[in-house]
């Protein structure tokens, strides 16, 4: 048997706390629940004028989409 001088500690990568396979571990997860929430807040706030002039309407392919232009003809002074 051979003399041990004491107990050997070994420490575990940690990132803020965490550890560094437990983060890896969710990374996924986290990804997919964070997706889902940026869709959710995009359907629900889709109609909303303020977002379509901030955001919707300058996105690079489908951001036509969201700017109105209204017929002289319909206008009214």
Do not use: C, R
């Amino acid at each position: 048997m051979a003399y041990v001088s004491g107990p050997t500690i070994k420490h575990a990568a940690t990132f803020a706390g965490f550890h560094v396979k437990n983060i890896i571990a969710y990374t996924p997860v986290l990804a997919f629940w964070g997706a889902a929430a940026g869709f959710g807040v995009a359907t629900f706030t889709e109609n909303w004028p303020l977002f379509q002039k901030t955001f919707y309407s300058k996105i690079p392919v489908i951001g036509n989409h969201w700017i109105h232009e209204v017929d002289p003809e319909d206008q009214f002074f």
